[in-house]
T-cell receptor, first 114, second 115 residues
């Protein structure tokens, strides 16, 4: 059984600062990781995917993966009020049919303070 | 219509009622999913359908009955639910890629309240 753990927050960050969100996972065999963003009352949307150790950057977002320590993090630079949302970490796997099954963490609620 | 749509968006039902949730995807995907999202809990995968075949049933009680008539439509039939089944029910779809990246696109969800 894959387990994915996140600090539920809330995490409050001043506007313009760097927000750092962390996720740990239990299955050493996990190969890839997703970060979803979920605004209040809305459905999750994918913002980052990472499968290699190290950093992956996309605009203001950077995903960092450390397989030896079994954690993945998401950094948001120059935080904006529109970044206020719940961020969900997810790990795929669980069948012989590719990566259909996603196991999600509880999510970290991020609030950017103007 | 684009993306993944779900109807109804809100549903209130009694414990003796029978109702159905509907999901439709307009993305040409071949895998569809039902998730349950409750407060303070992680998103829970309920069912996975791949090319209309159910490939995953995550120990869901029989009062939830899925149906996938084709790759674009997914239903969740509900009967004799309990108040603890009140939650947001999310549908998602994706391409099935053998051993590769597989982004799931979510619908807006149905907010279900069981009285």
């Amino acid at each position: 059984q894959k387990e994915v753990e996140q600090n539920s927050g809330p995490l409050s960050v001043p506007e313009g600062a760097i927000a750092s969100l962390n996720c740990t996972y239990s299955d050493r065999g996990s190969q890839s990781f997703f970060w979803y963003r979920q605004y209040s009352g809305k459905s999750p949307e994918l913002i980052m995917f990472i499968y290699s150790n190290g950093d992956k950057e996309d605009g203001r977002f950077t995903a960092q993966l450390n397989k030896a320590s079994q954690y993945v993090s998401l950094l948001i630079r120059d935080s904006q009020p529109s970044d206020s949302a719940t961020y969900l970490c997810a790990v795929p796997g669980g069948s012989n049919f590719g990566n259909e099954k996603l196991t999600f963490g509880t999510g970290t609620r991020l609030t950017i303070i103007p | 219509e684009t993306g993944v749509t779900q109807t109804p968006r809100h549903l209130v039902m009694g414990m003796t009622n029978k109702k159905s949730l509907k999901c439709e995807q307009h993305l040409g995907h071949n895998a569809m999913y039902w998730y349950k999202q409750s407060a303070k809990k992680p998103l829970e995968l309920m069912f996975v359908y791949n090319f209309k075949e159910q490939t995953e049933n995550n120990s869901v009680p029989s009062r939830f009955s899925p149906e996938c008539p084709n790759s674009s439509h997914l239903f969740l039939h509900l009967h004799t639910l309990q108040p603890e089944d009140s939650a947001l029910y999310l549908c998602a779809s994706s391409h099935r890629l053998q051993g590769g990246y597989n982004e799931q696109f979510f619908g807006p969800g149905t907010r279900l309240t069981v009285l």
